[in-house]
């Protein structure tokens, strides 16, 4: 993207940055940080907090409005949207933020679309990524929302709950500036109780239009709260109807859907035969998406066909090179778990180069998965590389730690149960008397 001219600075955007919030004493101060140094204004309507929200909101400089809590989602947004004077709007959640690069990243794209006359006429919307974060900061997530737009009349949120931005002109894709997202982690999800809110008010809506499968999907999501065994049944039920419904509107809702269903059975052998056709069905409705390639392998895997199943993996692992997540939940979030069933699958195949490639690529990252510690030591020995124990002792040195009695005595039983009795004699080596002493008395 070509440098914009100067005579566009940031205080000719005015971007408002705006939120409404209810409790959120924890997040607020984050929440307006990301924007204080680019946004002209700050724009926080309180929906009923009983915490000092307000009070640091309006200590950083935010200017506060109430509004009376009415169950309507849009109806908040649009009051707060009146309150702005800019020319852009960045309306994120208080559990939401730019990082300090992304944020220089969207002035810099909001300067170029208005120097640039054709683009300044036509778009009205930043769509950019959401990407949902763990308790660890790890994505899981990721969607894509419109959540920066210009401040017109004619732009407003529409609907009481999963409210969306109603716009004609269109949307400018950004996909090189994500939203951080960190809300849907458990622990805060509980701790904010938005499951119980937005149960309650979609059970409303769904009371005055009960065949909305939209809405049944949502409600899903909002069940599905680990350690809630009846909700989670209520949300099996209803994602099952949105899987069976045909409307493409409801596409990418439908990912979601296949990777709770898949996930909950995946190792129920009872329902193996189901399973195994729900994999199929989702990876060819959805093959850009890598869990179900990965899923769909695995399942190829479990059966023995062991070719297929390592073409599937191996789309996975480009799908993941490409950054092509989408709605992926699964393996973005565990990429490990990849590499672990390519390595079996590698091995069943006969394929020790690759045996070594992903073994090493789990064990980098854990290096305590005794499971890939015993592959990764055969291959070397039937990969035609004529490597020595004296060699693979080497690159166990570098994985782990030889001062480590913990570290040896891994290292130590997977040589044994290997069979390299060569290599068991050199970590053996690494020991001293006293390590040896206590190694035979209490490991025998």
């Given at each position: 993207?070509?440098m914009?001219p100067?005579?566009?600075?940031?205080n000719a955007?005015?971007?408002?940055?705006c939120?409404?919030?209810k409790?959120?004493?924890k997040n607020?101060?984050k929440?307006?940080?990301?924007?204080?140094?680019i946004?002209f204004e700050q724009i926080i309507?309180?929906?009923?907090s009983?915490?000092?929200?307000?009070?640091i909101?309006e200590a950083l400089?935010?200017?506060?409005?109430?509004f009376?809590?009415?169950n309507?989602f849009s109806?908040?947004?649009?009051f707060?949207?009146?309150?702005?004077?800019?020319?852009?709007i960045?309306?994120?959640d208080?559990?939401?933020?730019f990082?300090?690069e992304?944020a220089?990243?969207?002035?810099?794209?909001?300067?170029s679309?208005?120097?640039?006359?054709?683009?300044r006429?036509?778009?009205?919307?930043?769509?950019?990524p959401i990407v949902n974060?763990?308790?660890?900061g790890?994505?899981?997530?990721?969607l894509k929302?419109?959540r920066?737009f210009?401040?017109?009349?004619?732009?407003r949120?529409i609907?009481k709950?999963?409210e969306?931005?109603?716009?004609?002109?269109?949307?400018?894709?950004?996909p090189?500036?994500?939203?951080?997202h960190?809300?849907?982690a458990?622990?805060?999800y509980?701790?904010?109780d938005?499951?119980?809110?937005?149960i309650?008010?979609i059970r409303a809506?769904?009371?005055?239009d009960?065949?909305n499968v939209?809405?049944?999907?949502?409600?899903a999501?909002?069940?599905r709260v680990p350690g809630?065994?009846q909700?989670?049944?209520?949300?099996?039920?209803?994602?099952r109807?949105?899987i069976?419904?045909?409307?493409e509107t409801?596409k990418?809702l439908?990912q979601g859907a296949?990777?709770?269903?898949?996930?909950?059975?995946?190792e129920?052998?009872?329902?193996t035969?189901?399973?195994?056709?729900m994999?199929v069905d989702?990876y060819?409705?959805?093959?850009e998406n890598?869990?179900?390639?990965f899923?769909?392998?695995?399942?190829?895997?479990?059966i023995?066909?062991f070719?297929?199943?390592?073409?599937?993996?191996?789309?996975?692992e480009n799908l993941?090179k490409r950054d092509s997540i989408?709605?992926?939940?699964y393996?973005?979030?565990?990429?490990?778990?990849?590499?672990?069933?390519m390595?079996?699958t590698?091995e069943?195949?006969g394929d020790?180069?690759?045996?070594?490639?992903?073994?090493?690529?789990?064990?980098?990252e854990?290096?305590y998965q005794?499971?890939m510690l015993?592959?990764?030591?055969?291959?070397?020995?039937?990969?035609?590389?004529d490597?020595?124990?004296g060699e693979?002792?080497?690159?166990l040195?570098r994985?782990?730690?030889l001062?480590?009695?913990?570290?040896?005595i891994?290292?130590l039983?997977?040589?044994?149960?290997?069979?390299?009795?060569?290599?068991f004699?050199?970590?053996?080596?690494?020991?001293?008397?006293?390590e040896l002493a206590w190694?035979?008395?209490n490991q025998?």
């Amino acid at each position: 993207m070509p440098m914009p001219p100067k005579d566009i600075t940031t205080n000719a955007i005015r971007l408002s940055q705006c939120m409404i919030v209810k409790n959120e004493e924890k997040n607020i101060e984050k929440a307006l940080s990301w924007a204080k140094d680019i946004a002209f204004e700050q724009i926080i309507v309180d929906t009923g907090s009983t915490d000092r929200t307000v009070e640091i909101a309006e200590a950083l400089g935010a200017k506060v409005f109430r509004f009376e809590w009415i169950n309507d989602f849009s109806a908040a947004k649009n009051f707060a949207i009146g309150q702005c004077t800019g020319r852009w709007i960045a309306f994120l959640d208080a559990d939401e933020y730019f990082s300090d690069e992304d944020a220089g990243k969207l002035t810099f794209l909001l300067r170029s679309i208005e120097n640039d006359p054709n683009l300044r006429r036509k778009k009205t919307a930043i769509r950019c990524p959401i990407v949902n974060v763990d308790e660890n900061g790890k994505p899981f997530l990721v969607l894509k929302q419109d959540r920066v737009f210009r401040n017109a009349p004619e732009i407003r949120y529409i609907g009481k709950i999963h409210e969306y931005l109603d716009y004609k002109e269109p949307y400018f894709q950004a996909p090189e500036i994500s939203v951080i997202h960190t809300g849907y982690a458990n622990n805060a999800y509980k701790e904010t109780d938005k499951a119980t809110r937005n149960i309650e008010m979609i059970r409303a809506e769904l009371s005055r239009d009960p065949d909305n499968v939209t809405l049944k999907c949502y409600l899903a999501d909002s069940l599905r709260v680990p350690g809630e065994t009846q909700n989670m049944v209520e949300a099996e039920v209803l994602y099952r109807e949105v899987i069976a419904n045909r409307d493409e509107t409801l596409k990418d809702l439908k990912q979601g859907a296949y990777n709770f269903i898949i996930s909950l059975n995946y190792e129920d052998e009872s329902k193996t035969e189901e399973s195994f056709k729900m994999c199929v069905d989702a990876y060819n409705e959805y093959p850009e998406n890598p869990d179900f390639c990965f899923y769909y392998g695995r399942k190829l895997h479990l059966i023995g066909d062991f070719a297929c199943a390592w073409e599937k993996l191996q789309e996975c692992e480009n799908l993941l090179k490409r950054d092509s997540i989408g709605l992926a939940g699964y393996i973005i979030q565990n990429p490990s778990l990849l590499f672990y069933q390519m390595t079996l699958t590698a091995e069943a195949l006969g394929d020790m180069v690759e045996v070594i490639r992903c073994s090493t690529l789990v064990l980098r990252e854990d290096k305590y998965q005794q499971g890939m510690l015993v592959p990764y030591i055969n291959a070397f020995s039937q990969s035609g590389y004529d490597t020595t124990p004296g060699e693979i002792y080497k690159l166990l040195n570098r994985l782990y730690d030889l001062s480590s009695v913990k570290d040896k005595i891994l290292i130590l039983r997977a040589a044994k149960d290997a069979g390299n009795s060569e290599l068991f004699k050199l970590i053996l080596s690494a020991f001293t008397k006293d390590e040896l002493a206590w190694l035979t008395e209490n490991q025998g």
